[in-house]
């Protein structure tokens, strides 16, 4: 198990970096005319703009651990698929949420909470959609193979 953490890890701290960079390029260049790594209420609070730069891309690693790490839930077979998807969206929503809240991606407010919370789930539950899809098309095609023979 401690190897499956270590390459969670491994894996979850380049995407998180990755994605953090592509999203903050991407609004950089549809809302400024020079780059911000996360939301200018962010940089702001920074003297230098490399260490608003550093501490992004330190949030942005840990998004991509606690998202890499939270899909290990999936790998518990004892528990039924509800409890693993429930654990699994409190496991990724409060430490990304917190994550989401230091990198001043929106005001702390509880209007502003319900909002992203209800995109978060919006976004959750597509993905969980895409991927049980997959699988159970997965699943049936290997069924197929198998009484084929």
Excluded at 13 to 41: D, E, K, Q
């Amino acid at each position: 198990m401690m190897k499956k953490i270590g390459q969670a890890i491994g894996l979850g701290i380049p995407i998180g970096v990755t994605c953090g960079l592509v999203m903050s390029l991407l609004f950089s260049y549809m809302y400024a005319n020079m780059y911000y790594p996360s939301s200018p209420r962010f940089t702001a609070q920074f003297q230098r703009p490399l260490d608003a730069i550093s501490v992004s891309i330190l949030l942005w690693a840990l998004m991509g651990i606690v998202f890499a790490l939270s899909s290990l839930i999936f790998d518990i077979e004892r528990w039924s698929m509800a409890r693993r998807t429930a654990v699994h969206f409190l496991a990724s929503y409060i430490p990304f949420t917190i994550l989401a809240l230091l990198a001043k991606w929106f005001p702390a407010g509880w209007g502003f909470l319900a909002s992203y919370t209800l995109i978060y789930l919006g976004i959750y539950v597509a993905m969980w959609l895409s991927f049980y899809l997959a699988a159970r098309h997965y699943v049936a095609a290997v069924n197929k193979k198998l009484a084929a023979r």
